[in-house]
């Protein structure tokens, strides 16, 4: 497997931490999202992903190379393809309540904040980008937190690691980027915080890739 993803993208980061949960080894290609007006741009990456956005998983299967991109759908796709363990509650109801806390993080609040808004909103709208995205996060975490009290135990969804927990730790690490006040949200972060103490959490975390640049 092939991961093309870029160190601070929160929708990488997700997969990274989904392929470390599942225990799969990937190959990391980086993709500079900034460099020369963004290697995503590039032709030979629209080649591989023609929305030019990371990340893009790359394998073989059947003898032939197979590519997906949007996090959420690649997550969906390593869940039904090795299905131990489990980033979805067995429950029907649980499952719908994780796909609502993950899209609460993947539809309302990441792409008010990726790196193509925010390029538009400061360079034409002549907007502050950093106000802009404080507010769309903000609003999104209070929703998260909200939904999440209903079903947390150590994890958002009771004492299990789920897809929820995936989106959520990237976008506190944005939340922090972006100068939001994280103390009303003291459920996410303990939440967080025992991710945190987690392996495959671990690895993923934005420092530690090889593309990542030190503050």
Same mark, same amino acid.
């Given at each position: 497997?092939?991961?093309?993803?870029?160190?601070?993208?929160s929708c990488?980061?997700?997969?990274?931490?989904?392929?470390?949960?599942?225990?799969?080894?990937?190959?990391?290609?980086?993709?500079?999202?900034?460099?020369?007006?963004? &290697?995503?741009?590039?032709? @030979?990456?629209?080649?591989?992903? =023609?929305?030019?956005?990371?990340?893009?998983?790359?394998?073989?299967?059947?003898?032939?190379? #197979?590519?997906?991109?949007?996090?959420?759908?690649?997550?969906?796709?390593?869940? &039904?393809?090795?299905?131990? =363990?489990?980033?979805?509650?067995?429950?029907?109801? +649980?499952?719908?309540?994780? #796909?609502?806390?993950?899209?609460?993080?993947?539809?309302?609040?990441?792409? +008010?904040?990726?790196?193509?808004?925010?390029?538009?909103?400061?360079g034409e709208?002549?907007?502050?980008?950093?106000?802009?995205?404080?507010?769309?996060?903000?609003?999104?975490?209070?929703?998260?937190?909200?939904?999440?009290? &209903?079903? @947390?135990?150590?994890?958002?969804?009771?004492?299990?690691?789920?897809?929820? !927990?995936?989106?959520?730790?990237?976008?506190?690490?944005?939340? #922090?980027?972006?100068?939001? !006040?994280l103390r009303?949200?003291?459920?996410?972060? #303990?939440?967080?915080? @025992?991710?945190?103490?987690?392996?495959?959490?671990?690895?993923?975390?934005? !420092?530690?890739?090889? !593309?990542?640049?030190?503050?």
């Amino acid at each position: 497997m092939k991961l093309y993803s870029y160190w601070r993208s929160s929708c990488s980061w997700r997969v990274r931490i989904g392929l470390n949960l599942k225990g799969l080894s990937y190959e990391y290609v980086p993709v500079h999202l900034l460099k020369d007006g963004g &290697e995503q741009h590039s032709e @030979a990456y629209r080649a591989v992903n =023609p929305m030019r956005t990371v990340p893009t998983l790359e394998f073989t299967e059947g003898g032939k190379v #197979r590519h997906l991109s949007q996090s959420l759908a690649i997550l969906e796709y390593l869940e &039904e393809r090795y299905p131990s =363990p489990a980033l979805l509650p067995a429950d029907p109801y +649980l499952r719908a309540r994780c #796909r609502m806390l993950s899209e609460i993080v993947n539809s309302g609040i990441q792409p +008010l904040q990726n790196t193509g808004v925010l390029q538009r909103i400061k360079g034409e709208l002549k907007g502050d980008e950093k106000a802009w995205c404080a507010y769309w996060i903000d609003r999104g975490l209070g929703a998260f937190q909200a939904l999440a009290q &209903e079903t @947390a135990g150590t994890y958002c969804l009771g004492d299990t690691v789920s897809m929820a !927990d995936i989106c959520l730790v990237p976008q506190l690490f944005g939340a #922090r980027r972006f100068g939001v !006040d994280l103390r009303p949200y003291e459920l996410l972060t #303990r939440i967080e915080a @025992a991710c945190a103490s987690l392996p495959a959490f671990q690895a993923a975390q934005a !420092d530690r890739q090889p !593309d990542a640049v030190p503050a």
